[in-house]
């Protein structure tokens, strides 16, 4: 089937065009083409980019802003987000990394998606044309977002407060059974004074894990100090059964690999 | 549907075609231009037959629209041999049996070239990488990954 594709300079023009009912946006292909040759008939007509700073990555101290078009391979690539690497490298294999996009990434639908779980934990900003949207917001409302993503922005976190992990049943690379991301600040004596968790596979979309957040504050990263998070990971969640594990699995396994980051 | 002009380098030579807005690379190369060696395995960038080089990173020519391509450099296995003389990695690929059917070959050559490219003398770990994104259902994985290993010996034995 043929799908019209249509390349626009501005934000502007290109989220007009997109008002047009069938017609969806063309990061890297990775989820749009996918569909279509899948045979999604919803797919009619295709909307693109070529504005510059879409594909841009500006990083000023701990600030960083991440354009919409920029793909895993240059964030796993860049020298300033080290940190984020292994998040950027949890996506795809090689060629996939090459075509996938941040923008893209938010919208990707469990099992997919393992970035925009590491964006959760870091409390990102996502912009569009039309202001900005804490990513908490943007994610639960994702599904009627008719506005071209244009960044995601975020502070930086330090390397020993940010920790990602990806489960999948292939190495190196596999779909998720689970990922998990958590931003954890601790103070001198080891207690923890403030966490995000974020994870991916436990619902549609990644979700914060929030009552394993409050369960670790003033604890300390040990086996006793975060039984009490581990029993509260799963609250909330509604994980999904795919070829890759069941819902019982995933939420059998959760509290186990949450364990194994946070002592790690 | 209105034909768009598309235009670009394929393994050295220029190109220029009218396609269909919204076709993919794939189907571009090999209903278009009768290159078939990119394979269209899934159709879903899951398992890497379609594998094509496009401005030195290695890509999805069925999740890429050849609209996109425009002006851009790519190469598919189909363009590395020379004069009839077989690239090192193809040469190795036989001679290690790293391939049986066949249909992963030239992706698997691809994302190999890439790597050899940027990494002439890859640890085994960092081949596996570069080949996690391809899907092999014949070999076991072993006799490619042997297959690059040798390349890349070969490689930087002729240069020495």
Known sequence: MALAL???ATVKDANAALKTQGTRYLGGGTLVVRAANEGDVSVSGLIRLTEPSLSTIAVAGDKVR????????????????GTL???????????????????????????????????LALDATVSTDGGETSIETFLANRDGSRAVVTSVSFTLPKADSFRFLKVSRVKPKGVSVLSIAGALELSSDGTVTSARIALGCMADRPMRASAAEKALIGRTLTADGIAPAL???????????????????RAEVLPVHLGRLLLA | ??????????????????????????????????DTSPKGG??????????????????????????????????????LSEAGVLHPLQRAFLDTFATQCGFCTPGMIMAAKV??????????????????????????YEPIIQAVLTAARSNSQNAA
């Open chain 1, 231 to 249: 029993a509260a990971a799963g609250d909330g969640t509604s994980p999904i059964t795919d070829p890759i594990a069941s819902t019982w699995y």
């Open chain 1, 6 to 8: 249509q390349t626009f």
């Open chain 2, 115 to 140: 790597l050899l490219d940027h990494t002439p003398n890859p640890s085994r770990d960092e081949v596996i990488e570069a080949l996690s994104g391809n899907i092999c259902r014949c070999t076991g």
């Open chain 1, 66 to 81: 991440i354009g919409a078009s920029v793909t895993m391979a240059a964030i796993a690539g860049h020298p300033e987000l």
């Open chain 2, 1 to 34: 549907m209105a034909k768009v002009p598309v235009q670009f380098t394929l393994n050295g030579s220029e190109k220029a075609e009218f396609i269909d807005s919204g076709t993919t690379l794939l189907h571009a190369l090999r209903d278009k231009i009768g």
């Open chain 2, 42 to 79: 899934c159709h879903q960038g899951t398992c890497g037959a379609c594998s094509v080089i496009i401005d030195g990173e290695l890509r999805l020519s069925c999740l890429t629209l050849v609209e996109t391509c425009n002006g851009a450099v790519i190469s598919t296995t189909s363009g």
């Open chain 1, 85 to 119: 690497a292994k998040a950027a490298r949890a996506v795809g294999g090689p060629a996939i990394r090459n075509m996938a996009t941040v923008g893209g990434n938010l919208f990707a639908p469990a099992p997919y998606g393992d970035f925009a779980v590491a964006l």
